[in-house]
């Protein structure tokens, strides 16, 4: 079955650096799209940045953007997000997912078909 493993989380400084690792497994990572997402308590689950299997084009939240990067290392199944110049803001359990379409965007978890369980990130000020 399909298996998504979040690592790299933690409690940061305002303005430092965190990289997230998505660990993928039991699917043709090649030909799924892969998504980050957050959720605040309280708010919405929010797309951050994706990455498609169709062209290989990556897309950011406008709240992320110039800040965060997304990459994948199809050799190792693995997709990561860096994280720079954190904000308090940015505190959130973040999740990777997969859309099966390739496509990756938008950025909307109904669109996501499977989901890891989240790796905290704590942003203090």
């Known amino acids: 079955e399909v298996q998504l493993v979040e690592s790299g989380g933690g409690l940061v400084q305002a303005g430092g650096s965190l990289r997230l690792s998505c660990a993928a497994s039991?699917?043709?990572?090649?030909?799924?799209?892969m998504g980050w997402f957050r959720q605040a308590p309280g708010k919405e689950r929010d797309g951050v940045s994706c990455?498609?299997?169709?062209?290989?084009?990556?897309y950011y939240a406008d709240s992320v953007k110039g800040r965060f990067t997304m990459s994948s290392d199809n050799a190792k199944n693995t997709v990561y997000l860096q994280m720079n110049r954190l904000k308090p803001e940015d505190t959130a359990v973040y999740y990777c997912?997969?859309?099966?379409?390739?496509?990756?965007?938008?950025?909307?978890?109904?669109?996501?078909?499977?989901w890891g369980q989240g790796t905290q990130v704590t942003v203090s000020s």
């Open positions: 997912a997969v859309d099966i379409t390739g496509w990756c965007f938008p950025l909307l978890p109904k669109r996501y078909d499977d």
């Open positions: 039991g699917f043709t990572f090649d030909d799924y799209a």
């Open positions: 990455i498609s299997s169709r062209d290989g084009d990556t």
